[in-house]
């Protein structure tokens, strides 16, 4: 079966009945707070690598991954084997923290594979099942080590959802830490962006930490992410990754590196903090290390083992199923080289999306490191731009759901709720988004002018080439190392050939809905949900890869060209715009 076939021609029949039955019973009975079912009307039945298919039939590229669970894909047979192996032996599968052969299987395979300055004096606790008890753990070993209290975080963070991570991400509701500048290109704090808008980020911390006038005590710990990725897909300048090591070391303060998402060969390093070669003192892992099972760990330096007997517990800290499969992914991801195939691989995939979409109007950049990939999607020049208000943010994350009822967003973000709208669920549209016609198959790549893509300097995101030299820009603070040039680093020389724009979070659901139509699992992230996000498994085929580039960048142009034509608040209609306003999606 063609996976390009429209939903509305799968959802008829038996196995459209079950698709649309399910998602029904899970919009009546499973809570509001689910997230990524409200963008991707779809029931996976079977997997295998890349793939997924649905219980209606259709298949798709799965570039979301379990958020980055899943290093190998789906049922690699590898992990089926090693759990499969646990199953056989009659082990117990929940031993709380008591020592068992899968267990020290497990620690001897990750310590394996830890940045060198730790893996000889490492410690690692096992925590509960999620990334963001990790978290926790980690915030509380810093503060019981150190007798202090206060966190230093940095804007555009994302560390869970429990209290304490949550107040270390860039979305509190209240301020409980320090906030820190993170830095990034397109839309720099500073205005700069490229080594010299990570200097600028540097010295803020700095000066913040070391003026007794700040407002900010010394703190127990910093915690930081060495790609920020619900952040928008930011990748930490290494020197400005190096430079925040060697502050945090001069003064006492312990560095967590939170690689719950960019660890396992993710970035194209085994660790992400591997490309800039710091060794933090604590990291906090998850995701793939469970291979595709639930299991979260902290590692950290022996010195910082202060722990009191049960100070920090979990019940399925002992998931011995998980641990063997992240043993196999682990041990895999090693010996196979896959952190360096996706580092080759990855930019190849950002060197053509930037081809092939780079130059169009609502593409601001594509960025990202290894296979974590990001294109944010901007208003054009000219589009009245919406107000980042309530109701367009509703827009960005997605909340009108088409399988669970009508969702009309008012300016307050609020909404009316009507009846489940069934020829909405057959077209894989939310209710009263625009129509674009019949998508083209995965393999055509939509037709739009070449001419149109301008050399790197005339894009809307800033050019590629190099920058100055770090001698260049001048003397730095004291004992303060240069910033070297990076690949791909901006020319201060000269003023960027405009600035950024603004976020468009309608035209980024807009293209979600579009590569889901091509059969293409794509998350949105980003301050204002306004960018696209790939993370496909590092066992991605060449062929695969293909596909996955043709059908994203064929949504993208489809939607560039529908927006060109009928703009944000176009008519609805057969060939209309590609999704409502904000406040009406």
């Known amino acids: 079966m063609a996976v390009t076939e429209s939903l509305a021609e799968e959802a008829h029949g038996p196995a459209g009945a079950v698709h649309e039955g399910i998602l029904r019973r899970q919009s009546a009975r499973e809570s509001s707070a689910r997230t990524y079912a409200r963008a991707l009307p779809i029931v996976p039945v079977r997997a295998r690598g890349l793939t997924i298919?649905?219980?209606?039939?259709?298949?798709?590229?799965?570039?979301?991954?379990?958020?980055?669970?899943?290093?190998?894909?789906?049922?690699?047979?590898?992990?089926?084997?090693?759990?499969?192996?646990?199953?056989?032996?009659?082990?117990?599968?929940?031993?709380?923290?008591?020592?068992?052969?899968?267990?020290?299987?497990?620690?001897?395979?990750l310590f394996r594979t830890l940045p060198p300055g730790l893996a000889g004096r490492a410690r690692v606790q096992f925590c509960g099942p999620a990334g963001t008890d990790a978290v926790e753990a980690a915030l509380k070993l810093v503060r019981t080590a150190t007798g202090r209290s206060g966190v230093l975080a940095f804007t555009g963070a994302y560390h869970g959802m429990t209290a304490g991570a949550l107040a270390v991400s860039g979305g509190a509701p209240e301020v409980q830490a320090a906030r820190l500048p993170y830095p990034q290109d397109y839309r720099c704090p500073f205005g700069v962006g490229g080594p010299h808008g990570a200097e600028l980020a540097a010295r803020w911390?700095?000066?913040?930490?070391?003026?007794?006038?700040?407002?900010?005590?010394?703190?127990?710990?910093?915690?930081?992410?060495?790609?920020?990725?619900?952040?928008?897909?930011?990748?930490?300048?290494?020197?400005?990754?190096?430079?925040?090591?060697?502050?945090?070391?001069?003064?006492?303060?312990?560095?967590?590196?939170?690689?719950?998402?960019?660890?396992?060969?993710?970035?194209?390093?085994?660790?992400?903090?591997?490309?800039?070669?710091?060794?933090?003192?604590?990291?906090?892992?998850?995701?793939?290390?469970?291979?595709?099972?639930?299991?979260?760990?902290?590692?950290?330096?022996?010195d910082l083992d202060v722990w009191q007997p049960g100070a920090h517990a979990g019940t399925f800290r002992g998931n011995q199923l998980a641990m063997a499969a992240g043993t196999a992914t682990l041990a895999y991801v090693r010996e196979n080289g896959l952190a360096e195939r996706a580092a080759r691989l990855g930019a190849r995939l950002m060197e053509q999306l930037r081809a092939d979409i780079g130059g169009l109007a609502c593409v601001?950049?594509?960025?990202?490191?290894?296979?974590?990939?990001?294109?944010?999607?901007?208003?054009?020049?000219?589009?009245?731009?919406?107000?980042?208000?309530?109701?367009?943010?509703?827009?960005?994350r997605g909340d009108a759901e088409p399988f669970d009822h009508g969702f009309a967003a008012g300016p307050s973000g609020g909404g009316s709720h009507g009846s489940y709208d069934p020829s909405a669920a057959a077209s894989g549209m939310e209710p009263g988004a625009y129509d674009f016609g019949a998508a083209p198959s995965g393999g055509e790549r939509a037709a739009y002018d070449s001419g149109a893509v301008p050399s790197g300097?005339?894009?809307?995101?800033?050019?590629?080439?190099?920058?100055?030299?770090?001698?260049?820009?001048?003397?730095?603070?004291?004992?303060?190392?240069?910033?070297?040039?990076?690949?791909?680093?901006?020319?201060?020389?000269?003023?960027?050939?405009?600035a950024p724009r603004p976020a468009a979070p309608r035209?980024?659901?807009?293209?979600?809905?579009?590569?889901?139509?091509?059969?293409?699992?794509?998350?949105?992230?980003?301050?204002?949900?306004?960018?696209?996000?790939?993370?496909?498994?590092?066992?991605?085929?060449?062929?695969?890869?293909?596909?996955?580039?043709?059908?994203?960048?064929?949504?993208?142009?489809?939607?560039?060209?529908?927006?060109?034509?009928?703009?944000?608040?176009?008519?609805?209609g057969h060939d209309s715009g590609p999704c409502p306003g904000p406040g009406t999606d």
């Open 53 to 109: 298919e649905g219980a209606d039939g259709r298949r798709y590229l799965d570039c979301l991954s379990g958020a980055g669970t899943l290093a190998l894909g789906h049922n690699h047979p590898v992990v089926l084997a090693a759990v499969r192996q646990v199953l056989d032996s009659g082990a117990p599968l929940s031993v709380l923290d008591l020592a068992t052969p899968v267990k020290d299987a497990f620690i001897t395979e």
């Open 205 to 302: 911390t700095e000066s913040l930490l070391d003026d007794p006038k700040s407002g900010v005590p010394l703190p127990a710990g910093m915690i930081l992410e060495p790609v920020q990725g619900e952040g928008g897909v930011l990748p930490a300048p290494d020197d400005w990754l190096r430079r925040m090591r060697r502050l945090t070391a001069d003064r006492g303060i312990p560095l967590i590196a939170d690689e719950v998402q960019t660890g396992v060969g993710r970035t194209g390093a085994f660790w992400a903090v591997d490309h800039s070669g710091i060794t933090p003192d604590v990291m906090v892992l998850s995701k793939a290390i469970g291979g595709s099972l639930p299991l979260a760990v902290i590692v950290y330096r022996d």
């Open 364 to 396: 601001g950049e594509v960025r990202g490191r290894g296979l974590m990939i990001g294109v944010e999607l901007v208003e054009p020049e000219g589009t009245r731009e919406p107000a980042f208000g309530a109701g367009s943010a509703a827009v960005g």
């Open 457 to 498: 300097g005339e894009r809307g995101a800033y050019g590629f080439g190099a920058g100055p030299s770090c001698g260049e820009r001048g003397a730095h603070g004291p004992g303060a190392a240069p910033f070297e040039t990076r690949p791909g680093a901006y020319d201060f020389g000269a003023a960027p050939a405009r």
């Open 507 to 572: 035209l980024a659901a807009a293209v979600q809905r579009e590569c889901l139509r091509r059969g293409l699992i794509v998350e949105l992230g980003g301050r204002h949900s306004s960018v696209v996000r790939l993370l496909p498994p590092l066992t991605i085929s060449d062929e695969q890869t293909a596909a996955v580039l043709d059908r994203l960048t064929d949504a993208v142009a489809a939607v560039a060209r529908a927006d060109e034509r009928h703009g944000p608040h176009g008519a609805r």
